[in-house]
């Protein structure tokens, strides 16, 4: 099976830089597969997604699109011919073209007589049928960047590139939009490359997660294996709070997220003596940090941040246990 996007030792340095913005990228969407790409602020996501594009040039290495070399040393293919679509934040859409023109300026090379039924038909799929004759500024937000989805996806691309596509929505219509959109992929069996700095929406809409640090990939796996098995500590954090378990019984160093551990009043199996230092009520739980009491010559000097889910509250100086993850003892 064809691998839409391949990215072979891709390096990528911008200029009156030292450090490589992309360092050495060995990376592939596989067909029908939502690969997101997390990091913090200059790892170096939006780079590939751009390498993708077409939109800059890498120093060295190799980038293939449906198994045929768009970017080495001897092959340039320009954004136009690449065949991949590209979804912004703000959506870019034409302001002065209606839902439909938008949608036509992608597949003007169709034949007319089939433009109008592929026109109706990714209207219709992402809702917005009645507004074929709005303008972008006549359409909301969310409504905006679901026309965005069917321009970008009217002429089949071969793969979808999203950048940050729902940073600019308010947190519900985020949630929903996002819905949407993975509903509308995976129905289409469309592969899909996603950059976005919120791990939440990495976590729900992506099959594969890469997560990039330093311009390289410090981890890949699905979105179950990132947040409950993280490499190190970068990757761990970059979902959420994340406590560092030591070395205990000769298993290696490792971190849990606070929601994975079961804290108790009464000693419990396997269980770490903690001491209550501060307490949060944030409305949905209780947060509260503690100091844990590991076993002689284990050493730790970080707290942890831990949900207390009970009615009965607690209070700075208590003595609780809490239970870590099963494949942590």
Not at 70 to 95: C, Y
Request: proline fraction near 8%.
């Amino acid at each position: 099976m064809s691998a839409p996007i391949q990215f072979r030792q891709v390096r990528k340095t911008y200029p009156k830089t030292t450090l490589p913005a992309v360092d050495q990228v060995d990376l592939t969407a596989s067909a029908g597969e939502i690969l997101a790409l997390v990091g913090e602020s200059g790892s170096g996501k939006t780079t590939l997604l751009r390498l993708a594009a077409g939109l800059e040039h890498p120093d060295s290495g190799e980038i293939l699109i449906n198994d045929s070399p768009v970017a080495n040393s001897h092959t340039w293919v320009p954004p136009e011919k690449r065949r991949v679509g590209m979804i912004f934040q703000d959506g870019a859409l034409f302001p002065h073209l209606t839902a439909s023109q938008n949608i036509a300026y992608g597949i003007h090379e169709t034949p007319k007589s089939e433009q109008l039924e592929i026109i109706d038909r990714f209207l219709s799929m992402v809702g917005l049928e009645k507004y074929t004759s709005r303008y972008p500024h006549e359409l909301s937000g969310g409504e905006r960047q679901r026309l965005a989805v069917a321009r970008a996806l009217a002429p089949q691309p071969a793969a979808l590139l999203l950048d940050e596509p729902f940073s600019n929505l308010d947190p519900a219509l985020r949630r929903s939009l996002r819905d949407e959109i993975r509903t509308i992929l995976n129905d289409l069996k469309t592969t899909a490359v996603i950059v976005t700095h919120d791990t939440d929406d990495a976590l729900a809409i992506a099959h594969q997660i890469a997560v990039l640090e330093n311009g390289r990939i410090a981890q890949l796996g699905s979105p179950t294996e990132v947040y409950r098995h993280p490499a190190n500590g970068y990757c761990a954090r970059l979902f959420g709070p994340a406590n560092l378990i030591p070395s205990l019984n000769g298993s290696p160093e490792t971190w849990t997220h606070p929601e994975e551990c079961h804290v108790s009043t009464t000693p419990v199996e396997h269980g770490i003596p903690i001491e209550v230092l501060t307490v949060n009520n944030t409305g949905r739980h209780t947060e509260f940090t503690a100091k844990p009491a590991f076993p002689e010559g284990v050493s730790i000097r970080e707290n942890w941040l831990l949900h207390w889910n009970h009615a009965t509250p607690i209070a700075p100086g208590d003595k609780l246990f809490v239970a870590l993850p099963k494949q942590e003892i």
